[in-house]
């Protein structure tokens, strides 16, 4: 079955750096675009960013835009998020999310915590 698995969350401070991965299986992951959301307390979950199946095109939300880079890598089934100048409004949890035969499959998440 379609399994997702995310992992690099923590704390860090103001202007730090992350790298979150997520780790993918059940499908073909190189045929499938990916995603990586994000939930803050309290607010609905948001679409951060976005990478096509052979990682040609990203597309990524304004508010992360020119510090947040995804990539993957299609032989290891993984996607990844470096994240960059860091900003308490960051603070989340973050997802990676494949639409896979009309169905969302998630991952349960990791922590960002941005400290100011």
């Known amino acids: 079955q379609v399994q997702l698995v995310e992992s690099g969350g923590g704390l860090v401070q103001s202007g730090g750096s992350l790298r979150l991965s997520c780790a993918a299986s059940?499908?073909?992951?190189?045929?499938?675009?990916m995603r990586w959301y994000r939930q803050a307390p309290g607010k609905e979950r948001e679409l951060v960013a976005s990478?096509?199946?052979?990682?040609?095109?990203?597309n990524y939300a304004d508010s992360v835009k020119g510090r947040f880079t995804i990539s993957r890598d299609n032989v290891r089934n993984t996607v990844s998020l470096q994240m960059n100048s860091l900003k308490p409004e960051d603070t989340a949890v973050y997802y990676c999310?494949?639409?896979?035969?009309?169905?969302?499959?998630w991952g349960k998440g990791t922590l960002v915590t941005v400290s100011s």
């Open positions: 990478i096509t199946n052979t990682g040609g095109y990203t």
């Open positions: 059940g499908f073909t992951f190189s045929t499938y675009t």
């Open positions: 999310k494949v639409l896979w035969h009309g169905m969302d499959y």
